[in-house]
């Protein structure tokens, strides 16, 4: 599933037509989440969503819009959720490798919790369009943003270096390391997120450990 909260069953606390904007907005996102997750954007309906939300679909619209806005919400929110949980894990540590070990642990298991979702937000063919690109660009960029930030902080490359915009390049290329062998994951749930992550970090952190000491001594 998508992030997931309890304001499904907040609904249930007040009475036909008194729920709060916000409390329905919240449970209409997670039931959308929920049924994406299991059926993938295209084969979602609306009329099933308003099914099981208990409302019509013009409720639906008049808080999200469309179709598209709405899952264009939901990727939103899982981007935020996973960031969060991958700069809380980073700030729990304070050597270098250690940090880039317990984040993508964190990054790992959130995906663990939501590996079908996450299938559909970048391996189907219907969300490679433009209508989506936006929301997915910008959960990408926001882990390449945590880990070139963790990167510069080790080599001491502020955003004026000359060397920072090779340590970009060099985070972007292992960010798409991280997306690719989270989909390759999808057929192979049994290996544990700590292992996953061991096996990832063997490949790229000389790399990484390498480049870094080189910024650090380059003007």
Excluded: N
């Excluded at 660009?137 to 502020?158: C, F, N, V, Y």
């Amino acid at each position: 599933m998508f992030v997931a909260s309890s304001a499904d069953v907040l609904v249930k606390g007040y009475r036909p037509g008194r729920v709060p904007r916000a409390v329905r907005s919240e449970q209409l996102l997670d039931l959308a989440e929920r049924l994406f997750a299991e059926r993938g954007f295209q084969a979602a309906s609306m009329d099933e969503l308003a099914r099981r939300a208990g409302v019509s679909k013009p409720v639906i619209y008049d808080h999200f819009g469309s179709k598209e806005q709405l899952f264009a919400t939901c990727v939103r929110r899982t981007g935020e959720a996973l960031a969060e949980r991958v700069a809380t894990a980073l700030s729990e540590e304070t050597d270098p490798r250690a940090r880039l070990r317990a984040g993508s642990i964190a990054y790992f298991r959130f995906l663990r919790e939501q590996l079908e979702a996450w299938i559909v937000l970048f391996d189907e063919d219907g969300l490679r369009d433009s209508r989506f690109a936006a929301e997915a660009s910008l959960i990408r960029h926001r882990q390449s943003d945590l880990m070139i930030h963790l990167m510069a902080e080790t080599s001491g490359t502020p955003p004026d270096h000359a060397g920072r915009p090779r340590l970009e390049a060099m985070t972007l290329a292992v960010a798409g390391a991280y997306e690719s062998l989270s989909l390759w994951w999808h057929d192979h749930p049994d290996v544990p997120p700590e292992e996953l992550t061991d096996w990832l970090l063997d490949l790229i952190w000389p790399g990484l450990e390498q480049l870094t000491s080189q910024l650090a001594a380059s003007p």
